[in-house]
């Protein structure tokens, strides 16, 4: 059905505490797969880039990691800060043409 | 700035009335994306352009919506006869495509349009 799935929709955490977030797809055939970070009423803001051959993918404090076969992947976010506030957005690129389909995003708050 | 560059950046006008929005992509970029985002939704694709040709359009894009690049830079989206419905934030991107794969994905700030 080519559909990206995120968990959670959304997320509240505190400062300085980690988290993972979740993208689960049935796109195929797979080309790559996308992290973006939007932060309220801006553009989305491009954190990794991985394809089929590559499980984890770091970007300072942010680390995804990707499993083709279950085709699950997820955002890990180390010792989070205020300004990790943001909508995380999964695209996920289809097949030879490069179709990328987006993730309605995981909507994360971090608290002092 | 060599950014992703989108005007105007809001725009509120009355249901009926015809809107323009311009974006200006990364200047060597050779698609041009646009996306519809409504509260809460990941961004839905309209249509792409690789240089000036459109290639794509999604069925979201009625007749009453039309996209141009022409000369295979800037691009300009119309929308027609507003109606309350397309109030939305929309996005364009750019990017390099080269052999099926298309690079890094830059997004402007969005153009927020308002239908009263």
């Known amino acids: 059905k080519n559909q990206v799935e995120q968990s959670p929709q959304s997320l509240i955490i505190l400062e300085g505490k980690n988290c993972t977030l979740q993208?689960?797809?049935?796109?195929?055939?797979?080309?790559?797969l996308r992290w973006y970070k939007q932060d309220t009423g801006r553009g989305p803001v491009s954190l990794t880039i991985?394809?089929?051959?590559?499980n984890t993918k770091s970007n300072g404090r942010y680390t995804a990691t990707l499993d083709a076969d279950t085709k699950q992947s997820s955002l890990h976010i180390t010792a989070s800060q205020l300004s990790d506030s943001a909508s995380y957005i999964c695209?996920?690129?289809?097949?030879?043409?490069?179709?990328?389909?987006f993730g309605a995003g995981t909507r994360l708050t971090v608290k002092p | 700035d060599t950014g992703v560059s989108q005007n105007p950046r809001h725009k509120i006008t009355k249901r009926g009335q015809n809107v323009t929005f311009r974006c200006d992509p990364i200047?060597?970029?050779?698609?041009l994306y646009w996306y519809r985002q409504t509260l809460g939704q990941g961004p839905e694709f309209l249509t792409y352009?690789?240089?000036?040709?459109?290639?794509?359009k999604s069925r979201l894009l009625s007749d009453r919506f039309s996209a141009e690049r022409p000369k295979g830079s800037f691009s300009t989206l119309e929308i027609q006869r507003t109606e309350q419905g397309d109030s939305a934030m929309y996005l364009c991107?750019?990017?390099?495509?080269?052999?099926?794969?298309?690079?890094?994905?830059?997004f402007g700030e969005g153009s927020r349009l308002t239908v009263l």
């Open positions: 991985m394809t089929f051959s590559e």
């Open positions: 200047s060597e970029h050779n698609r």
């Open positions: 991107a750019s990017s390099f495509y080269r052999d099926y794969y298309t690079g890094e994905l830059f």
């Open positions: 352009f690789q240089n000036e040709a459109q290639l794509e």
């Open positions: 993208c689960n797809y049935t796109v195929s055939p797979f080309s790559n």
């Open positions: 695209v996920v690129s289809r097949g030879v043409f490069d179709d990328m389909r």
